[in-house]
């Protein structure tokens, strides 16, 4: 089993839709918890961390549901900007540093 | 500011070939990451170093791979003789001990052809 699994999609909305990606990870020590992004052909870049209470960032809502060591993105009046790959992003603890462990990403294509 | 700059960019080379990769990272960054990028299996960590020391090397596949940081600027990563199933895009990350930890810089990254 993948330590970080997600749905590689690619899930196509409209304009203006909301969509939501789901990740689950195998490691329940794993404390933190990321969406990083990646645009074609370019870097991950880190979109938001996942905090236990939830968090938001503008049309970006995040959860975490530690008892089913499962982590969700929702992404809220989808703009054209928003296609891009979604890579959840959970530690591997254990020594001083912990590893971060990326999975496959989700592929969003927001259409006009 | 800078971003973690990498070298080249891209690189196409034939099979049994010497491929070096080339990392500065972002000034100040006590850690340094390479990553290796392929449709298949995503993101992979190689190896990573702190204070250019490398702490956890597990993720480099095979003693082909070999990787340095001779000081706090510059690393690279080697691959002695290169394979067509080396192919992939590798990244170079930093990132700065302390709250942020876990917050990567990313590269642009190596785009890498063995043929």
Redesign the interface.
């Known amino acids: 089993r993948k330590e970080v699994e997600q749905d590689p999609g690619p899930f196509n909305v409209p304009e203006g839709a909301t969509v939501a990606f789901n990740c689950t990870y195998s490691n329940s020590a794993s404390q933190s918890f990321f969406w990083y992004r990646q645009d074609c052909r370019k870097e991950p870049k880190l979109l938001m961390s996942v905090y236990s209470s939830g968090n938001e960032d503008g049309r970006f809502t995040a959860q975490l549901n530690r008892a089913s060591q499962y982590i969700s993105l929702l992404i809220r009046d989808s703009k054209l900007s928003d296609s891009a790959t979604y890579l959840c992003v959970v530690n591997t603890p254990g020594g001083s540093f912990q590893k971060l462990v990326f999975g496959t990403g989700t592929r969003l294509l927001v259409s006009p | 500011d800078a971003g973690v700059i990498q070298s080249p960019r891209h690189e196409v080379t034939e099979m049994g070939q010497e491929v070096t990769l080339r990392c500065k990272p972002i000034s100040g960054h006590d ?1 340094l990451f390479w990553y290796r990028q392929t449709m298949m ?5 190689l190896i ?1 170093f ?1 204070n250019n020391v490398p ?2 090397d597990s993720g480099m596949p095979e003693d082909r791979f070999s990787a340095k940081m001779p000081n706090a600027s510059f690393s690279t990563l080697k691959i002695q003789p290169s394979e067509p199933r080396d192919s992939a895009v590798y ?1 170079c990350a930093s990132s700065l001990a302390g709250k942020n ?4 810089y ?4 190596t785009r890498l052809l063995v043929l």
Do not use: A, K, S
């Open positions: 850690y299996r995503g993101l992979e960590l990573y702190n702490i956890d990244f930890l876990e917050t990567q990313f590269g642009p990254g």
